[in-house]
């Protein structure tokens, strides 16, 4: 049976890439998408989550506008150097002609846990702040979702953004704080894994030659990506940091995971820091007094080439 996800997002080049592979597949039941700031501001998630599912002909999937600040703390602002100002890649995308519906990210995480229990998966692959305010809302998802299959943090690697901390932790930790420390089946997909599965230009270019409309679309917003990346590392690669949550919830057999409690940094030079510690007992309690001591999994390897096959498989 499809899993039921509901994908929270920041579209995002790699977000673009994450949500046609998981349409692709077949293998979920997309109940919603659900927009979040990030590599944009929410105004524009929200219309590049409308124009991607148009482009996808998946129009009866709902989107619901998110967050539009972390909780505490302004927004640090979008990356155009990363994924263009449009977010995608700077192609000039027309206006989407659906709207976003008339309920907030958080609220509609609320009511579809709450009326599915169970059942639900949600997939952040942006800043945590939609799913932090939906846990403030009604803590009793937590008991009510099937899990969490997240995209963000640095267990036992550096940061992208700083030596601390991952991007999408980084925006906001103190959201990222509530979710770790809720009582639920929490999945870590971050750069200890991300950072391994990657395409090379060569590979990438199955995007452009492929006859789908949503491929041909990846195909045209890359190219500022591998810019870039040329400029950043000397390649031209693709680190496939969304996509890699919708292999593993896919495929979990290809991945390795450890079980290890999660405390988020909120303050000083290593805002955003996932820590992680085996010794449960040991953990210090964090700036709130809290002490985290339930194991989330963190996903720390792979079986690349085949994660990578499988991908490309649905291009
Ligand atoms: O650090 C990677 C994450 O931040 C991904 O979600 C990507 O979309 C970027 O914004
Ligand atoms: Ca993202």
Do not use: C
Not at 97 to 126: C, N, R, Y
Not at 135 to 160: C, D, F, S, T, W
Not at 188 to 213: C, N, P, R, W, Y
Not at 257 to 283: A, L, N
């Amino acid at each position: 049976m499809a899993e039921k996800i509901i994908f929270d997002t920041d579209p995002g080049i790699d977000d673009t890439i994450a949500l046609f592979l998981a349409l692709a597949s077949g293998k979920f039941d997309v109940l919603g998408l659900t927009t979040i700031f990030g590599n944009v501001h929410t105004d524009l998630a929200t219309t590049n989550a409308l124009r991607l599912l148009e482009i996808a002909g998946r129009t009866d999937i709902p989107v619901a506008h998110g967050a539009d600040k972390p909780l505490v703390r302004p927004y640090h602002g979008p990356v155009p150097h990363i994924h263009g100002a449009d977010g995608q890649g700077d192609v000039n995308l027309p206006p989407p002609s659906t709207k976003a519906i008339d309920q907030s990210a958080a609220q509609f995480i609320v009511e579809q846990v709450m009326s599915q229990p169970g059942e639900i998966t949600l997939v952040p692959v942006g800043p945590l702040t939609n799913i932090a305010l939906a846990l403030h809302i009604q803590p009793k998802i937590a008991e009510k979702v099937k899990r969490v299959v997240l995209m963000g943090g640095a267990a036992l690697v550096p940061g992208n953004v700083n030596p601390a901390a991952e991007a999408n932790i980084f925006n906001d930790p103190e959201a990222a704080h509530v979710v770790f420390s809720a009582p639920w089946d929490v999945t870590m997909v971050g750069l200890d894994i991300t950072h391994q599965v990657l395409l090379t230009d060569e590979q990438l270019k199955a995007f452009a030659a492929s006859d789908k409309a949503t491929s041909q679309h990846v195909g045209k917003i890359i190219p500022l990506y591998l810019d870039f990346a040329h400029k950043m590392m000397g390649r031209q690669v693709m680190y496939m940091h969304d996509p890699t949550a919708i292999s593993y919830l896919l495929k979990p057999e290809l991945f390795e995971t450890r079980q290890y409690p999660v405390r988020v940094e909120t303050q000083g030079m290593s805002s955003g820091k996932t820590w992680v510690w085996s010794r449960t007992g040991d953990f210090p309690p964090d700036h709130f007094g809290y002490n985290v001591d339930h194991p989330a999994t963190i996903v720390v390897g792979a079986d690349v080439e085949a994660v990578n096959a499988m991908t490309l498989s649905y291009v």
